[in-house]
């Protein structure tokens, strides 16, 4: 486990009961947002373009069942080029 990985765990744990409603919050290029999206195929997601229409905040709501949800979802769109996590 990469020690970013434990650190929030211990940080999810701590605030949060579980199962809870967690918002993740992103940055992405716009042409990257159907990728994210993808990812998240049961969830709803909001997302807000950019003045010059170069990027999107993207935010995502998921019921999450344990913190290892929240760090499987930061892992697998830690792959997508150029995203910004919030």
Avoid: C
């Amino acid at each position: 486990m990469k020690p970013w990985e434990e650190s929030l765990r211990e940080k999810l744990d701590r605030f949060y009961s579980w199962p809870s409603l967690y918002t993740f919050k992103f940055i992405v290029p716009s042409a990257k947002v159907e990728e994210v999206k993808r990812l998240f195929p049961a969830h709803e997601v909001t997302e807000k373009i950019s003045e010059k229409g170069n990027y999107t905040s993207v935010t995502i709501q998921i019921m999450a069942t344990n913190s290892d949800n929240i760090i499987e979802a930061y892992q697998s769109v830690a792959g997508i080029e150029g995203i910004i996590a919030l």
